[in-house]
């Protein structure tokens, strides 16, 4: 399987603090002219990280077009500001490259209420109201289900180089 280097590209949000700064970059991956937008913008801005992989395991992991996750629009199985955002959706695209968008401004943020590739629901906003947790703890257990299946279908997409650097998932 013919590998290709991915790279991660961070621009400035449109939505601005109150001081008229950006809250955060949104982040896309481009390689070998495929384009992952994450549900956003594909052009312009810095870039990041950059990883080798292969199309195959990359548009496994994260479909460039829209899906849906448990009904709900989605890509690469976040569903937006529920269990990730563009950063999420990028790191997805870039598993197989062991890249990640670490240098986009508000990262920090959102892989702490999100993690690193989207496995996690704060299910703590949910805590005063029992059926909106129970409802957030269904989705956290069908968002690990899908990222544990999702992972172990991609595994055979790998490029032998690749597939002995990529992050472990266990």
Sequence with gaps: MSTATFQAYA???DAK?????????????VANGNVWPCLGGDSGGRKLESGT?????ATCMGDPKRTTFMG???SAGIVYAVNGVCHQIANRVLYTT?????????YIYTQILYGTY?????????????????????IEGGVLVDWVSRTGKCEN???P???TSRPSIK
């Design 11 to 13: 621009s400035p949000t």
């Design 17 to 29: 603090l109150p001081n008229g700064e950006p809250v955060g970059d949104h982040t896309y991956v």
């Design 53 to 57: 992989g292969t199309i195959a395991a």
């Design 72 to 74: 709900i629009p989605s």
């Design 98 to 106: 062991n890249a990640t968008v670490t240098g986009a401004d508000g």
């Design 118 to 138: 989207g496995t996690f629901v704060p299910v703590y906003i949910f805590w005063y109201v029992p059926l909106l947790m129970a409802a957030a703890l269904a």
């Design 157 to 159: 997409l790998q490029s």
């Design 161 to 163: 180089a690749t597939d």
